[in-house]
């Protein structure tokens, strides 16, 4: 067993959980751009020293175009799912990112043309009947925002393709470096364009994050947002080692350790505790997922 690539994943699962819970925090006061640029402006701060030291020749990459494509995904990723987090509880917009084994499914079967046993399509069912339970769109009220986080799932599932791509041939420094650059990238040229908020005071709290005007963080926040900087260097190195070290159906089940570990922050610092349906959703998501990859771990073993 991948011992050490477990152990990334975990603490990067750790990381993520603790960073969003910071992250949910204030996108109440400050701008999603300016978040992300804070953040990916620390990291980087410690992040290239960790490349320089590996040499040069670190940064040598043959595939920049993967690396922009992957960096990409990346940001999209998380700038939908920080979307989503200004409006939904904490551990319901998780869980539905955990949605991405079932996208994945439908998407190679219908794009693919992939065909799967029965084990396969009882796990969509369960991620199906779980995203319904999540999100309750019989309660009276459909809250479009989890629209947001399923965006992410599709994204995520993209960017973790990719890493394990490209992951064979470049460095783990090197692939944690050009992430936090794509955030910085992105988030600046969001700045520009919204940063004084001009197209500010929008009702829906999502929107609002996206276009909020860039403010100065207050004395107590900077400890947040230093804290979220580090926590993403380390989860962006922690991540790049264990996806280039093992194999991603390996790894996979691993990621669900964030799902207790959102619930309890959701609980301890925003009084959010899931309704039972919303806990079953939960569960069932993560049901299927797990069952998707139990299936494809067999069929690889039968061929």
């Not at 190679?108 to 796990?123: I, N, Q, T």
């Not at 926590?231 to 990621?255: C, D, G, H, K, Q």
């Not at 570990?261 to 997922?289: D, H, K, Q, R």
Request: aromatic share 12%; charged share 10%.
């Amino acid at each position: 067993m991948h011992l050490k690539a477990v152990t990334n994943l975990l603490l990067a699962m750790f990381c993520i959980s603790i960073m969003d819970t910071m992250i949910k925090m204030l996108s109440g006061d400050y701008a999603l751009h300016q978040l992300v640029f804070i953040r990916a402006a620390i990291s980087l701060v410690i992040l290239l020293p960790v490349l320089f030291r590996h040499g040069i020749m670190a940064m040598h990459t043959r595939r920049p175009g993967a690396h922009i494509f992957r960096g990409l995904l990346l940001v999209m990723a998380n700038m939908t799912y920080f979307t989503g987090l200004a409006s939904l509880p904490l551990a319901q917009a998780s869980a539905v990112v955990f949605f991405a084994p079932v996208i994945i499914t439908i998407f190679s079967f219908w794009v693919l043309k992939e065909r799967f046993g029965p084990f396969r399509w009882v796990a969509v069912l369960m991620g199906l009947v779980g995203m319904v339970l999540v999100a309750q769109p019989f309660s009276g009220h459909i809250e479009v925002a989890y629209l947001w986080p399923l965006a992410a799932a599709f994204c995520y599932a993209g960017f973790t393709t990719m890493t394990r791509y490209i992951g064979k041939t470049e460095s783990a420094s090197l692939l944690a470096v050009t992430a936090q650059g794509s955030f910085l990238l992105v988030s600046a040229l969001m700045g520009l364009v919204v940063g004084s908020g001009q197209f500010a005071g929008h009702v829906d709290p999502g929107i609002e994050f996206i276009l909020r005007a860039w403010h100065w963080p207050t004395s107590s926040d900077m400890i947040y947002f230093g804290a979220i900087g580090v926590l993403s260097a380390i989860t962006a190195l922690s991540i790049s080692a264990a996806y280039r070290s093992a194999p991603a159906s390996l790894l996979a089940p691993f990621e669900y350790s964030n799902l207790p570990l959102v619930l309890l922050w959701g609980y301890l610092v925003f009084s959010e505790f899931p309704n039972t349906m919303a806990l079953i959703g939960i569960l069932l998501i993560a049901a299927g997922g797990m069952v998707v990859w139990l299936d494809s771990q067999f069929r690889r073993r039968a061929v």
